[in-house]
């Protein structure tokens, strides 16, 4: 049986979503697929190579504000951008590991352009403009990872809170922390960056 990437990359987002990226390996992507191992290595030379594979095909399906609309501002397309991509990384198990480390797929290069023209005419330089995005980028990633981890299996938090009662202003913080969902966390960090962009510009 002749396969080609697209019905890897499809058999392995679905088994992602399966055992997660711990218990993802080309043994069950051939199974899946009817085929033996080596036919994948025709396409992929290795894990790290089907990971950035998948990685681009889980932001072609669910990433969809990748560019600024027109009369959009810079923030507002920030906003609307980082809450695009945090989208697409929790709408598949493990999104955010996968998404590490992977370099960006040559042909989003058009859309990373004309953000960066939407920053540059705000009046960002280019380099403040791409370490605002990488930023932001990185710390979506990082919300995500938290939000999929607690989902796997959340940690005790009970000893931390009743040793917290003690130190009045923590255990006040820590109370609204709690009070908080992934995605409001989520919204206040963002606000603190883009806003921390516009002071500084």
């Known amino acids: 049986m002749k396969i080609d990437r697209n019905q890897i990359v499809d058999a392995a987002l679905a088994i992602l979503n399966e055992v997660g990226i711990d218990g993802l390996s ?3 992507i051939a199974q899946r697929l009817g085929v033996q191992q080596p036919a994948l290595y025709w396409h992929f030379k290795g894990k790290r190579a089907l ?7 889980i932001l072609r399906r669910k990433h969809t504000r990748n560019r600024p609309l027109a009369g959009e501002t810079w923030q507002e397309f920030l906003h609307a951008n980082a809450r695009s991509f945090r989208s697409a990384l929790l709408a598949w ?3 955010a590991r996968v998404h590490a480390g992977t370099e ?10 004309a953000q960066l023209e939407c920053l540059l005419a705000a009046g960002f330089d280019p380099r403040k403009a791409l370490e605002l995005q990488i930023a932001i980028s990185r710390y979506v990633v990082g919300c995500v990872l938290e939000e999929q981890a607690d989902a796997a299996g959340p940690p005790d938090r009970a000893a931390l809170d009743a040793a917290a009662e003690s130190r009045p202003n923590l255990a006040k913080a820590l109370s609204l922390y709690r009070a908080n969902g992934h995605e409001a966390l989520f ?11 516009k002071a500084g510009k």
Not at 51 to 57: D, G, R, V
Not at 104 to 113: N, S, T
């Open 187 to 197: 919204e206040a960090g963002l606000e603190l960056l883009i806003g921390g962009a």
């Open 51 to 57: 990971l950035t594979a998948m990685n681009t095909e």
């Open 26 to 28: 080309t043994r069950l």
């Open 93 to 95: 198990r493990d999104g």
């Open 104 to 113: 960006v797929d040559p042909l989003d290069l058009a859309a990373i352009e």
